[in-house]
């Protein structure tokens, strides 16, 4: 099995920056997709910023310029930098990620983490 966990989620001032990580662990082969998707309550899930294993990475307009997502294949960890906070920033944010566990078959499967709650105050 595979477990994704995230920290770094907390209460931050508009304006400010928070950074989330996310470490899998468990039967993994490779990873191809990291992640990170954020909810809040009544609304669908939503993409945030999604990176692959060679480091191309998608963003959400509304977090274009302001959030950064990296990762550490050799850790199998990714990190979201949030900078310029918006009170419509809060959400729960779940880290992603699409995992092979096995040499055959070679198939990916997806994978969540159970989320952190980022608040940004006006």
């Known amino acids: 099995q595979v477990q994704l966990v995230e920290s770094g989620g907390g209460l931050v001032q508009a304006g400010g920056s928070l950074r989330l990580s996310c470490a899998a662990s468990?039967?993994?082969?490779?990873?191809?997709?990291m992640g990170w998707y954020r909810q809040v309550p009544g609304k669908p899930r939503e993409l945030v910023a999604t990176i692959n294993s060679v480091g191309s990475t998608n963003y959400a307009d509304s977090v274009k310029e302001r959030f950064t997502i990296s990762r550490d294949n050799a850790k199998n960890t990714v990190l979201l930098q949030m900078n310029s906070l918006k009170p419509e920033d809060t959400a729960v944010y779940y880290c992603?990620?699409?995992?092979?566990?096995?040499?055959?078959?070679?198939?990916?499967?997806?994978?969540w983490g159970q989320g952190t709650q980022v608040t940004v105050s006006s």
């Open positions: 468990g039967t993994i082969v490779s990873i191809s997709v």
């Open positions: 992603y990620a699409t995992v092979r566990s096995s040499y055959y078959p070679p198939t990916y499967s997806p994978f």
